[in-house]
């Protein structure tokens, strides 16, 4: 989970200076990949509705614009809106109301970045600053969002409520018809009519209206746990009913408005959590339109040793066999469609250091190495020497001087990975997350590999 309630830093008084600034700040937004005609300049640049009948989802965090200052704009000054498909905003929190509200209490919520931070000419996506005034109820990533969809008119934006940090209040949420009802009903009042907490002039009945088109379900894990032990074993059950419920009250609201809302949810890898939490069931698949299927963080610092994050295929034994491929397997073995399943992908790497064997992943514990935790891609993307192994399916680096060991995605394994997704009848991929790329290097290997393929199984 990000960071919450920073503020951004005194605005920079010209564009042209906002420019300069910000492309040696932040390597994701120096335009990399000939897609799109500059600052401002988006006449081209617009996402798709599907890659050759594939899908692209990208995670966004809702603090990136301070944390990496990674603008919902530089989706178009970059190019990588034109290789994705859906925007996961991420996270809307289940509060311990039981219900989805959005405050700006300390851990509970980001009111700030939501919609409350007044963005400036330069990092809008239409060149229009946020003002203060009663003339404007939206302002923040919401306000840019809209902006974006007005650009961009064929990309879909979902909620993505919970996370690793946000999910401790969704089994009591889920504990009964009542609080379920309640807790759906919650969701759709704020992110889909939008009605949002008043704060001066902002917020206020319908003032986010338009901006979501769905909701995705990060539920950091029913039965099992995550961060918090707040889980019972009736949590599996009490899932799959909820995510029935999501889906009977999105389509009596999408009959009300004429839209269909998507549904759709975040699905760890591995049989524990899976096979425990009904993650695995024909019943989940008949409420979601799809699942985005963790496809990184199976190596870490709990390792002991380095190992490969997101390797496509087994390597041997190590990490009891864990790879995308069998993790995606369990899924369509309980009755997903290939189509309704997107294989995760990583804009950041998982690091250790006091490594003297580069040439391999060590898996053994080894007191030697040391975990020095994540970095985003753009930070690590040319750190020592890089290796691809093709019979795994996974990338790292080596720097022997320093003793660095990082286990990424590069424009290797993600080619790797979308021509054999392809090439399994799946729905597509998912970022986690769209600010950690550099220049759109990952996101345009993805789309250029799908676009590669032959066609993809969506409609």
Known sequence: MPQRHLLRGAAIAAAAT??????????????????????????????????NGYRSVGYLMSDTPVTRDYQ???LLRTGAIEDVTHINYAFGNVTANLKCEITDVPGEGDAQ????????????VDGRKDKANKHQRLAGNFNQLKKLKEVSPDTKVLISLGGWTWSDNFSAAASTPESRAALVSSCIDVYLRGDLPKVGSLGGPGAAAGVFDGIDI????????????NATPEDKENFLALME????????YGSETGEDYLLTAFGPAGGWNTNAGGWNTARLFASIDWLNVQGYDYAGGWTGNTGHQGNLHPDGANNWGLAIDN???????????PDQLNVGLAAYGQGWTGVTVGDRAGWTPD????SIGTKPYYEIRDIGEGY?????????RFDAESGQWWSLDDPKSVTAKAEWLAGQGYGGAMWWDLSGDYRNELGSALGEALRSADEGPLD
Not at 26 to 49: K, Y
Not at 328 to 333: E, F, G, N, R
């Open 18 to 51: 906002a420019l300069i600034a910000a492309s040696a700040a932040s390597p994701a937004l120096a335009h990399g990949n000939g897609h799109g005609n500059g600052h401002h300049g988006h006449a081209d640049s617009a996402g798709p509705t599907d890659i």
């Open 72 to 74: 919902i704009e530089d």
């Open 113 to 124: 970045n939501d919609y409350l931070r007044l963005v400036s000419a330069a990092d809008s």
């Open 218 to 229: 990060d539920w950091e894990w029913p039965v099992n746990g995550g961060e918090t032990a």
């Open 245 to 252: 419920e999501f889906r009977a009250q999105l389509d009596a």
């Open 327 to 337: 993790a995606i397997a369990l899924y369509t073995a309980g009755g997903a469609r």
């Open 367 to 370: 007191p030697a190495v040391t």
């Open 388 to 396: 691809f192994d093709p019979a795994l399916g996974a990338s790292w």
